[in-house]
């Protein structure tokens, strides 16, 4: 499978402070691009996905910002609460969700 | 949106036996997914299931050991054979949308130890 770097591994931040996580892709044939958030105990969820074609898409407090050029794309969560405490994967396909390849996760702790 | 129930939750169990995972959909999909989540790694694709013919696996994993049904459009099975502790893991089981946007929705996956 098409390899997709996340980072940080691990990340803590202070209830609303922003919460930065990037990921790097190798295979430009990717065009779908979602994150999903995975609480203790649960199976991952789709928190919100973006297509290359644009740069930028926002839902709520959660942002993903997207660079073409850079095989790069980022989640931003504005004024983190606690709440937002889980596990968020980043990923990418080709082809719908069969060929979906995931990061490695990144476990974010808000604290209070 | 979908609902997808597994079972057993979670196990333990001895190294040498065997293991079955259900799971169950609330509507009729054509593809569903077998993910294996290891303990602080991503989620990896361990094989496609399709309702009426064998199961597509991914480079490492094999049928003799990962062993899958899907006898209809909302059910499917993942048996882990011959378990050794290296196969303690979260398996999940994951259904795509019915307008294939690309989402996929999990279950709570079934965490197994093997000792």
């Known amino acids: 499978q098409q390899q997709v770097k996340q980072s940080p591994q691990s990340l803590i931040v202070q209830k609303g402070g922003i919460s930065i996580i990037n990921c790097a892709y190798e295979?430009?044939?990717?065009?779908?691009f979602p994150w999903y958030q995975q609480f203790p105990g649960k199976g991952p969820a789709l928190l919100i996905a973006?297509?290359?074609?644009?740069s930028e898409k926002k839902e709520g407090r959660f942002t993903i910002s997207f660079n073409k050029s850079a095989k790069q794309f980022s989640l931003h969560i504005m004024d983190s609460q606690p709440g937002d405490s889980a596990t968020y994967f980043c990923?990418?396909?080709?082809?719908?969700?069969?060929?979906?390849?995931f990061g490695k996760g990144t476990m974010l702790l808000v604290s209070p | 949106s979908a609902v997808i129930s597994q079972k057993p939750s979670r196990d333990i169990c001895q190294r040498g036996t065997s293991l079955t995972i259900q799971c169950q959909v609330d509507?009729?999909?054509?593809?569903m997914f077998w993910y294996r989540q290891q303990p602080g790694q991503s989620l990896t694709l361990i094989a496609t299931?399709?309702?009426?013919?064998?199961?597509?696996?991914e480079s490492g994993f094999v049928i003799d050991k990962f062993p899958i049904s899907r006898p209809n459009l909302t059910f499917s099975t993942l048996t882990v054979s011959n378990m050794s502790p290296e196969d303690s893991s979260i398996y999940l089981c994951?259904?795509?949308?019915?307008?294939?946007?690309?989402?996929?929705?999990f279950g709570e996956g079934s965490r197994l130890t093997v000792l």
């Open positions: 994951s259904v795509g949308d019915s307008y294939n946007t690309g989402e996929l929705f």
């Open positions: 509507s009729q999909v054509t593809m």
């Open positions: 990923a990418a396909s080709n082809s719908g969700y069969s060929t979906l390849t």
């Open positions: 973006i297509r290359p074609d644009v």
């Open positions: 299931a399709n309702q009426g013919s064998e199961a597509t696996y």
């Open positions: 295979n430009t044939a990717f065009d779908y």
